[in-house]
Nanobody
Framework: QVQLVESGGGLVQAGGSLRLSCAASGRTFNSYGLGWFRQAPGKGRDFVAV????????YYADSVKGRFTISRDSAKKTVYLQMNSLKPEDTAVYYC??????????????????WGQGTQVTVSS
């Protein structure tokens, strides 16, 4: 089994920054992707960003491109999401998820087998 633990959420004013972390533990894989998704109140869960833990390649949703940066520490099996220039519409519960496929980075939540509990990000106007 895999455990994913997110941290770093909180309340911030519009224009501010937050850094989320997600640490994976348990079963290991030769190559895998760690992604971030978010779910705003009353809405579905949307893709935010993903990184290949073996190759470092990344992919972002258009809504966060240029403002968010995903990075990883493969030795620690940890992924980070640096969020800058935050907007009220970024308010959501942010979930970390692991895709065991690993050969390509994917943005469909149905491809992700393991999920964290989520961390709340609230951006005030």
């Amino acid at each position: 089994q895999v455990q994913l633990v997110e941290s770093g959420g909180g309340l911030v004013q519009a224009g501010g920054s937050l850094r989320l972390s997600c640490a994976a533990s348990g079963r290991t894989f030769n190559s895998y992707g760690l992604g971030w998704f978010r779910q705003a109140p009353g809405k579905g869960r949307d893709f935010v960003a993903v990184i290949s833990m073996s190759r470092g390649s990344t992919y972002y949703a258009d809504s966060v491109k240029g403002r968010f940066t995903i990075s990883r520490d493969s030795a620690k099996k940890t992924v980070y999401l640096q969020m800058n220039s935050l907007k009220p519409e970024d308010t959501a519960v942010y979930y970390c998820a692991l895709d065991t496929y690993g050969l390509e980075i994917r943005d469909s939540q149905s491809e992700y087998e393991y999920w964290g509990q989520g961390t709340q990000v609230t951006v005030s106007s």
